[in-house]
């Protein structure tokens, strides 16, 4: 059963145009959601995150929007830059530990 | 620089053989953990450890076995139990619960190869 789900494999949007990935879950004791950018054969690199008493978070081009009624989150990335493209993974936690549940990815390509 | 320590980044193992993973961290993080990334799939995990000395298996602990005896040590066994060994394994770390936001720190990977 995942607990976190990313159903779109990919996305591909213009330079300058906004990016939005979105995540879903299960789980509503989660109480943090993360988002993470990676690289091929590197690891994955923390991008922003938001406690699940808020339902926004900004963090210059990044914004991440959580909506606990729906079990939603997206992150906005606006304008997209070509150094964006890389795997974006979704990540929750909860529980009294900070082990971070991850999603599928989704491959954002921003084409120059 | 602080940060996390994977080695080797590539390993090539025969069946049937055990092999370990090393993962060294200097940021004086209690937590670590231990993922496994295959192609089209998220991070899945394969064991955590909140605290010295002690250890939790994850979601895949099958075929694998850590120990947590050093705060900056989490070395990972894949035995031959495992049976599909062949995958990116990423060590992390993090601040312990309740202390903050729960981001972990990863290294860089290793790949496993089993030939």
């Known amino acids: 059963d995942q607990q976190v789900k990313q159903n779109s494999p990919s996305l591909s949007v213009q330079e300058g145009r906004i990016s939005i990935l979105n995540c879903d879950y299960t789980n509503s004791m989660f109480d943090y959601f993360l988002w993470y950018k990676k690289y091929p054969a590197e690891g994955p690199t923390f991008l922003i995150s938001?406690?699940?008493?808020?339902d926004k978070n900004e963090d210059g081009r990044f914004t991440v929007f959580l909506n606990k009624s729906a079990k939603h989150l997206s992150l906005h990335i606006v304008p997209s830059q070509p150094g964006d493209s890389a795997v974006y993974f979704c990540?929750?936690?909860?529980?009294?530990?900070?082990?971070?549940?991850f999603g599928t990815g989704t491959l954002l390509a921003v084409q120059p | 620089d602080g940060g996390i320590t994977q080695s080797p980044k590539y390993l090539f193992r025969k069946e049937g053989q055990n092999v370990t993973l090393s993962c060294e961290q200097n940021l004086n993080h209690d937590a670590m953990y231990w993922y496994r990334q295959d192609p089209g799939q998220g991070l899945r995990l394969i064991y955590y450890s909140q605290i010295v000395n002690d250890f939790q298996k994850g979601d895949i602990a099958e075929g694998y076995s850590v120990s947590r005896e050093k705060k900056e040590s989490f070395p990972l066994t894949v035995t031959s139990a495992q049976k599909n060994p062949t995958a990116f394994y990423l060590c992390a770390s993090s601040i312990p619960w309740g202390t903050g936001v729960p981001e972990a720190f990863f290294g860089q990977g290793t790949r496993l190869t089993v030939v």
């Open positions: 990540a929750a936690s909860g529980g009294a530990t900070n082990k971070l549940i």
């Open positions: 938001i406690s699940s008493i808020k």
